[in-house]
């Protein structure tokens, strides 16, 4: 398994840490599919790093460990349904990002990176940011000016050095990518593709607590990250001839900001003519998701997407807390996508709650 351009098939580079391919611009990703073998895993390591066989990791790539992994994977009645729930917010800073960012920020590592920049007001930042300060990175993130709230205080509070960028979210892109083209080692979480292998292992612990594999996953989508890691973690299982078949999986978004959402009704076309509107949902609130090429490509037959309108999110962060849950309006979306599609969900049903209500500031 190598990481090679999607466009060129150029090789990542042995040294460094580009972003993108500097021969064509496109991006870069496994040339095949992660292997996951049951005889590999060590049950002596911590969390999510029992299963590093499974990374695809550059040669002295460290263990990184906060204590992201093993998070709660609780059982519910719902209509007389058995719904698995996995408690994302549960990770170190928060959110399931801390399972992509652990691995990536071992990459770091293993390049010799000693400083690095990301965009992001919200969970990848504040990730990125603890991660950064366990491995002794020296983190820059951009924010547009107008972000506050938990946050923003918790990346500053990991000693990262908060840039904030005037005008729209898109500002604050722009500012990082000038960095990144002036040399700066860009740890993006939209980019890079490091972090799928820590996001597929959300995968493998539900399918160790459960002993196979679930019908159908519900989970957030934003740059699609989440939901491809899911998709990728499920198929490695089933090449491992541990599953017969894969789950479904049941994608969802704000209806707001729902170009992957568009992009599986309408086509891809569509997504460049969609108009974006404000959602409480920040936390899926992307544009331009990198990965949805590799989603509607990877997506298993008989998978499908939601959009869950704005006056339909609060209601569900209530249902879910009145059930011992406090998650932020992003994870709260699966809830509402899977009361709306449950008599047409393969069972057993899981949630992916992607973070803590905590973090969320109205």
């Not at 040294?15 to 496994?30: A, S």
């Not at 908060?162 to 080692?185: F, H, N």
């Not at 059930?323 to 509402?336: D, I, T």
């Not at 992607?354 to 109205?362: I, Q, R, V």
């Amino acid at each position: 398994m190598q990481i090679r351009c999607v466009d060129c098939s150029l090789q990542y580079p042995e040294t460094g840490l580009p972003y993108q391919c500097p021969q064509c611009g496109g991006l870069f990703d496994f040339d095949g599919p992660i292997e996951f073998d049951l005889n590999q895993i060590e049950p002596e390591q911590p969390g999510i790093w029992r299963y590093r066989h499974a990374f695809g990791l550059f040669n002295g790539a460290p263990v990184l460990h906060l204590g992201e992994g093993h998070t709660p994977f609780l059982w519910m009645d719902v209509k007389g349904r058995k719904i698995g729930v996995k408690v994302e917010g549960q990770n170190p800073s928060g959110s399931f990002k801390d399972r992509g960012v652990a691995v990536t920020t071992s990459q770091l590592l293993a390049r010799g990176i000693e400083s690095a920049v990301e965009d992001s007001s919200g969970n990848a930042g504040a990730s990125f940011s603890a991660y950064a300060a366990k491995a002794g990175i020296h983190a820059r993130v951009f924010v547009p000016a107008y972000a506050t709230g938990p946050k923003t205080q918790q990346i500053a509070a990991y000693g990262a050095e908060l840039v904030r960028i005037p005008g729209p979210r898109s500002a604050a892109a722009d500012a990082v990518m000038q960095e990144a083209r002036a040399g700066k080692a860009y740890a993006s979480h939209a980019y890079l593709p490091f972090g799928l292998a820590g996001y597929a292992t959300i995968a493998y612990e539900i399918f160790e607590a459960m002993r196979g594999a679930p019908g159908t996953i519900v989970a957030p989508a934003g740059h699609g990250g989440l939901l491809l890691g899911l998709v990728r973690g499920f198929r490695a299982i089933m090449s491992g001839g541990y599953i017969e078949k894969m789950p479904q999986f049941l994608g969802v978004q704000a209806a707001n900001c729902a170009p992957v959402y568009t992009a599986f009704d309408k086509g891809l076309d569509a997504v460049a003519q969609l108009a974006i509107r404000k959602t409480i949902a920040g936390g899926v609130a992307v544009r331009y998701p990198k990965q949805l090429p590799a989603l509607l490509r990877e997506m298993p037959r008989g998978s499908r997407m939601a959009a869950v309108k704005e006056e339909e999110i609060m209601p569900a962060v209530e249902a879910l807390a009145h059930k011992g849950l406090y998650v932020e309006p992003s994870s709260a979306l699966v809830w509402h996508a899977m009361m709306e599609h449950l008599d047409a969900l393969s069972g057993p049903v899981i949630l992916v709650l992607s973070g803590t209500g905590l973090k969320y500031a109205n």
